[in-house]
Nanobody
Framework: QVQLVESGGGLVQPGGSLRLSCAAS????????TGWYRQAPGKKREFVAQ???????SYADSVKSRFTISGDGAKNTVYLQMNSLKPEDSAVYYC???????????WGQGTQVTVSS
């Protein structure tokens, strides 16, 4: 099993920045892709960004050039640096890990990001 714990959410003004962290523990060797998803009230959960074990990254079009995903292998932590935040970025952000052996997904508990003046 894998446990994912997010942190770093909060309230920020439009144009501001936040950095989210996702700390992994347990059988982390099973994870081959770690990513971030978000869900706003009344909307479906949507993909934000992901990074593979080899370091390849991909982003949703809505966050490209504003968000950066990165990983620290020594700390078993993945980060999401969010710049130039907009009100429409407000959502609960979830960390996701994809299991290379079972094909399943692991999810964190989520962290709230609110962009408002």
């Amino acid at each position: 099993q894998v446990q994912l714990v997010e942190s770093g959410g909060g309230l920020v003004q439009p144009g501001g920045s936040l950095r989210l962290s996702c700390a992994a523990s347990g059988s982390i060797f099973r994870i081959y892709v770690t990513g971030w998803y978000r869900q706003a009230p009344g909307k479906k959960r949507e993909f934000v960004a992901q990074v593979t074990k080899s370091g390849s990254t991909s982003y949703a079009d809505s966050v490209k050039s504003r968000f950066t995903i990165s990983g620290d292998g020594a700390k078993n932590t993945v980060y999401l640096q969010m710049n130039s935040l907009k009100p429409e970025d407000s959502a609960v952000y979830y960390c996701n890990g994809k299991d290379a052996i079972s094909g399943g997904n692991y999810w964190g508990q989520g962290t709230q990001v609110t962009v408002s003046s």
